[in-house]
Nanobody, 125 residues
Framework: QVQLVESGGGLVQAGGSLRLSCAAS????????MGWFRQAPGKERELVAA????????YYKDSATGRFTISRDNAKNTVYLQMSSLKPEDTAVYYC??????????????????WGQGTQVTVSS
Protein backbone atom coordinates (compact mmCIF):
# COMPACT_ATOMS: atom_id res chain seq x y z
CA GLN A 1 0.00 0.00 0.00
CA VAL A 2 1.10 3.52 -0.80
CA GLN A 3 -0.20 6.49 1.15
CA LEU A 4 -0.14 9.86 -0.59
CA VAL A 5 -0.41 13.23 1.10
CA GLU A 6 -0.68 16.44 -0.91
CA SER A 7 0.29 19.88 0.26
CA GLY A 8 0.90 23.32 -1.20
CA GLY A 9 -2.58 24.27 -2.28
CA GLY A 10 -4.11 27.61 -1.45
CA LEU A 11 -5.50 30.87 -2.75
CA VAL A 12 -3.57 32.72 -5.42
CA GLN A 13 -4.33 35.54 -7.82
CA ALA A 14 -4.54 34.93 -11.53
CA GLY A 15 -1.08 34.92 -13.05
CA GLY A 16 0.48 33.63 -9.85
CA SER A 17 2.25 30.38 -9.09
CA LEU A 18 1.93 27.47 -6.70
CA ARG A 19 3.93 24.31 -6.16
CA LEU A 20 2.06 21.25 -5.04
CA SER A 21 3.90 18.45 -3.28
CA CYS A 22 2.90 14.84 -2.85
CA ALA A 23 4.69 12.88 -0.15
CA ALA A 24 4.44 9.11 -0.46
CA SER A 25 4.83 6.63 2.36
CA UNK A 26 4.43 2.92 2.85
CA UNK A 27 6.51 2.02 -0.18
CA UNK A 28 9.08 3.67 -2.35
CA UNK A 29 7.65 5.13 -5.54
CA UNK A 30 10.58 4.27 -7.80
CA UNK A 31 8.47 1.78 -9.78
CA UNK A 32 5.29 3.87 -9.74
CA UNK A 33 4.03 6.21 -12.41
CA MET A 34 2.68 9.30 -10.69
CA GLY A 35 -0.06 11.67 -11.72
CA TRP A 36 -1.95 14.77 -10.73
CA PHE A 37 -5.70 14.87 -11.32
CA ARG A 38 -8.04 17.72 -10.56
CA GLN A 39 -11.76 18.09 -10.10
CA ALA A 40 -13.67 21.33 -10.18
CA PRO A 41 -17.21 21.64 -8.80
CA GLY A 42 -19.72 20.18 -11.22
CA LYS A 43 -17.03 18.85 -13.54
CA GLU A 44 -15.46 15.48 -14.15
CA ARG A 45 -12.12 14.61 -12.72
CA GLU A 46 -9.33 15.05 -15.25
CA LEU A 47 -5.68 14.15 -15.53
CA VAL A 48 -3.56 17.28 -15.53
CA ALA A 49 -0.04 15.85 -15.59
CA ALA A 50 1.72 12.53 -15.15
CA UNK A 51 5.24 11.17 -15.13
CA UNK A 52 6.70 7.74 -15.74
CA UNK A 53 8.77 6.01 -13.08
CA UNK A 54 11.82 6.27 -15.35
CA UNK A 55 11.39 10.05 -15.36
CA UNK A 56 11.75 9.88 -19.16
CA UNK A 57 8.13 10.45 -20.12
CA UNK A 58 5.54 13.00 -19.12
CA TYR A 59 1.98 13.84 -20.06
CA TYR A 60 0.23 17.19 -19.78
CA LYS A 61 -3.34 18.18 -20.41
CA ASP A 62 -3.38 20.65 -23.30
CA SER A 63 -4.35 23.59 -21.10
CA ALA A 64 -1.48 22.80 -18.71
CA THR A 65 1.23 22.53 -21.32
CA GLY A 66 3.77 25.29 -20.93
CA ARG A 67 2.39 26.38 -17.57
CA PHE A 68 2.65 23.27 -15.37
CA THR A 69 5.66 21.06 -14.73
CA ILE A 70 5.55 17.69 -13.05
CA SER A 71 8.69 16.32 -11.45
CA ARG A 72 9.70 13.62 -9.02
CA ASP A 73 12.40 13.05 -6.46
CA ASN A 74 12.51 9.34 -5.78
CA ALA A 75 15.12 9.81 -3.05
CA LYS A 76 12.57 11.90 -1.16
CA ASN A 77 9.62 9.76 -2.27
CA THR A 78 7.94 12.95 -3.42
CA VAL A 79 6.29 14.25 -6.57
CA TYR A 80 5.77 17.90 -7.40
CA LEU A 81 3.51 19.95 -9.63
CA GLN A 82 4.83 23.42 -10.34
CA MET A 83 2.01 25.61 -11.62
CA SER A 84 2.55 29.05 -13.07
CA SER A 85 0.47 31.61 -14.96
CA LEU A 86 -2.52 30.28 -13.06
CA LYS A 87 -5.99 31.03 -14.34
CA PRO A 88 -9.37 31.02 -12.56
CA GLU A 89 -10.27 27.90 -14.55
CA ASP A 90 -7.44 26.06 -12.77
CA THR A 91 -9.48 26.26 -9.57
CA ALA A 92 -10.10 22.72 -8.37
CA VAL A 93 -9.17 20.08 -5.85
CA TYR A 94 -5.90 18.54 -6.97
CA TYR A 95 -5.22 14.87 -6.27
CA CYS A 96 -1.94 13.00 -6.35
CA UNK A 97 -2.12 9.46 -7.73
CA UNK A 98 0.16 6.48 -8.20
CA UNK A 99 0.21 3.17 -10.04
CA UNK A 100 2.83 0.47 -10.56
CA UNK A 101 3.77 0.12 -14.22
CA UNK A 102 5.79 -2.62 -15.88
CA UNK A 103 7.29 -0.41 -18.60
CA UNK A 104 9.56 2.30 -17.22
CA UNK A 105 8.54 4.96 -19.76
CA UNK A 106 4.80 4.30 -19.67
CA UNK A 107 2.54 7.12 -18.52
CA UNK A 108 -0.98 5.89 -17.71
CA UNK A 109 -3.92 8.14 -18.47
CA UNK A 110 -6.61 6.45 -16.42
CA UNK A 111 -5.55 3.42 -14.39
CA UNK A 112 -4.33 4.79 -11.09
CA UNK A 113 -4.62 2.69 -7.94
CA UNK A 114 -3.64 5.03 -5.12
CA TRP A 115 -5.03 8.48 -4.38
CA GLY A 116 -4.32 11.23 -1.93
CA GLN A 117 -6.99 13.18 -0.10
CA GLY A 118 -6.61 16.22 -2.32
CA THR A 119 -5.57 19.81 -1.86
CA GLN A 120 -7.66 22.84 -2.84
CA VAL A 121 -6.30 25.32 -5.36
CA THR A 122 -8.29 28.51 -5.79
CA VAL A 123 -7.30 31.11 -8.37
CA SER A 124 -8.98 34.48 -8.05
CA SER A 125 -9.50 36.79 -11.00
Amino acid sequence: QVQLVESGGGLVQAGGSLRLSCAASGRTIDKYAMGWFRQAPGKERELVAAISWSNNSTYYKDSATGRFTISRDNAKNTVYLQMSSLKPEDTAVYYCTAVVTYYPDFVPRFEYDYWGQGTQVTVSS
